[in-house]
Structures are given as structure tokens and as C-alpha cells.
T-cell receptor, first 111, second 112 residues
């Protein structure tokens, strides 16, 4: 069966510090991978998605970036965090244009 | 702009009642729909997928799709306090790109 991991689970970072969040998927090959952000009490905002290694599409211009160095690994990064980057970061996977399955998420607080 | 609309709620129902959650969408090309449940502080969990007009039942959950009217609903029978959560409706973006468009979610509160 497929499993998706995200770490860390929680993170508190000062403004201006770098960020690296990692997501890995097990049990499937060549999945589509997604990064979402959910601000407190708000809906899901799609940040990036990837249909293959090295292929990244950005949905929202911002100070975040994503990379997919391996088939089942997706990384979200920032060089300098802003207060507005605080939120619940969710990684998800899917096969083709079908249902997505979410990881447990990382709660980021920028102070 | 492709959109999925949901009433934000909260929808409050007594324990044992039927909860009815609704979702409308603007993209006539959407062929499938998904319902997710999100408990406070947790990630969304897929609970139902529906691909054709009509009803699909899974335990206490029934998803209903009406493509002509462009709405999809989720019925929860015999609602339990443990069903209290935010329910998200999602549809694939028909322009491709393997994306889902999510509604903002409806908060359901089931009270004893």
C-alpha cells in the first residue's frame, strides 16, 4: 500500500531564516506530487505540483521554491522566511488526474 | 476561472440526524468529484469519490452527483459527534495538469 511521509511535523523558525520541508512517498511509482499551504481557518492553496523528476510547476509567485530530486521525493524550500509563510504545509500525491492523498502535514510558525 | 463553491457553515445537526453537505462547480468539463474530511489540526482524508451521475453509497456516506445542475452533495446518515469536521469538495481541473480544485470547505458540528 502507499504511504506518504512529511517531516518535520512542527517547526518554529525566525523571520529571514531558511526553510526545507521534505515529503516522500512509498508504494507507488511516478506519482504526481503537490505542495499545498493552509492558513489558519482557510482553504487549501496549491503552491507547486510536479508530474516527474525535475518538473515543477508553480501556482503562486512567492519566496518559496520546490524541487523533485527523486521520483518519490518532493522538497519545499525558502531562502528567507516571511511572517506570512506561517501555515500548515501539506504534501499530496496522486496517479493521473484522480484523487489526491495527503501526508500528515507540517505546521510552520514564523516568528 | 474554474471554481468549486461550498457553504462555509457551520452546519449544526443533532446526533443521529442526516447531515447534507452541498457543493457546486463551474467547470462543465469536470468528470469526477471527491469529498475529503479534515479534522481540526489534521490533514484532509479522502472519504468518497464519485465519477458518474447518481448516488454512490459507502457505509453511512452517500455522494450524489448531478452533472446537469453542476452540483455534488454528501449525505451522512446517523451523524455522530465524531463526524464533526470540515468537509472539502474537490474536482479535477478539466484543463489538465493533474490538478484538483478544492472548495473552501463546510464545517459540520454534530451535537449530542
Amino acid at each position: 500500500s502507499q504511504t506518504i511521509h512529511q517531516w518535520p511535523a512542527t517547526l518554529v523558525q525566525p523571520v529571514g531564516s531558511p526553510l526545507s520541508l521534505e515529503c516522500t512517498v512509498e508504494g507507488t511509482s511516478n506519482p504526481n506530487l503537490y505542495w499545498y499551504r493552509q492558513a489558519a481557518g482557510r482553504g487549501l492553496q496549491l503552491l507547486f505540483y510536479s508530474v516527474g523528476i525535475g518538473q515543477i510547476s508553480s501556482e503562486v509567485p512567492q519566496n518559496l521554491s520546490a524541487s523533485r530530486p527523486q521520483d518519490r521525493q518532493f522538497i519545499l524550500s525558502s531562502k528567507k522566511l516571511l511572517l506570512s509563510d506561517s501555515g500548515f504545509y501539506l504534501c499530496a500525491w496522486s496517479v493521473a488526474a484522480r484523487e489526491q492523498y495527503f501526508g500528515p502535514g507540517t505546521r510552520l510558525t514564523v516568528t | 476561472q474554474k471554481e468549486v463553491e461550498q457553504n462555509s457553515g457551520p452546519l449544526s445537526v443533532p446526533e443521529g440526524a442526516i447531515a447534507s453537505l452541498n457543493c457546486t462547480y463551474s467547470d462543465r468539463g469536470s468528470q469526477s468529484f471527491f469529498w475529503y474530511r479534515q479534522y481540526s489540526g489534521k490533514s484532509p482524508e479522502l472519504i468518497m469519490s464519485i465519477y458518474s451521475n447518481g448516488d454512490k453509497e459507502d457505509g453511512r456516506f452517500t455522494a450524489q452527483l448531478n452533472k446537469a445542475s453542476q452540483y455534488v452533495s454528501l449525505l451522512i446518515r446517523d451523524s455522530q459527534p465524531s463526524d464533526s469536521a470540515t468537509y472539502l469538495c474537490a474536482a479535477p481541473f478539466s484543463g489538465g495538469y493533474n490538478k484538483l480544485i478544492f472548495g473552501a470547505g463546510t464545517r459540520l458540528a454534530v451535537h449530542p
